[in-house]
């Protein structure tokens, strides 16, 4: 099975600032590490648009679906959820076809 890189992109909720997201995300970071499946997860920030890009690989596509069912309805992730403007989620997972990462 090949590896996959699940990217979701958004903005927060007017008023959130980065701090308070981050801290709210290694919270979450808490659930998706004890996923099965789970390799490696980023957070990153491009201040010209004000978005955030959550990138999160896993083992197969199986592993990130569950996870994500998951997600939402989780204690450690409703904080984070919380801080998210709904409307602006963009969600896609794509197979890694190259990597030089050995996970």
């Avoid at 920030?45 to 990138?55: G, I, K, P, Q």
């Avoid at 990130?64 to 998951?70: V, Y």
């Avoid at 801080?83 to 050995?102: A, F, G, T, Y």
Wanted: proline content about 3%; some cysteine; overall charge negative.
């Amino acid at each position: 099975m090949e590896q996959v890189i699940e990217m979701v992109s958004f903005k927060l909720i007017e008023g959130t600032s980065a701090q308070t997201y981050i801290a709210a995300s290694e919270q979450s970071q808490a659930f998706v590490a004890s996923q099965p499946g789970f390799l490696y997860r980023s957070l990153s920030h491009d201040a010209a648009s004000d978005s955030w890009t959550d990138v999160v690989y896993w083992q197969d596509m199986e592993a990130a679906k569950k996870a994500g069912e998951q997600f939402k309805s989780h204690a450690d992730c409703q904080p984070l959820m919380a801080l998210i403007e709904p409307n602006s989620v963009d969600m896609r997972h794509q197979l890694i076809k190259m990597s030089s990462c050995n996970v």
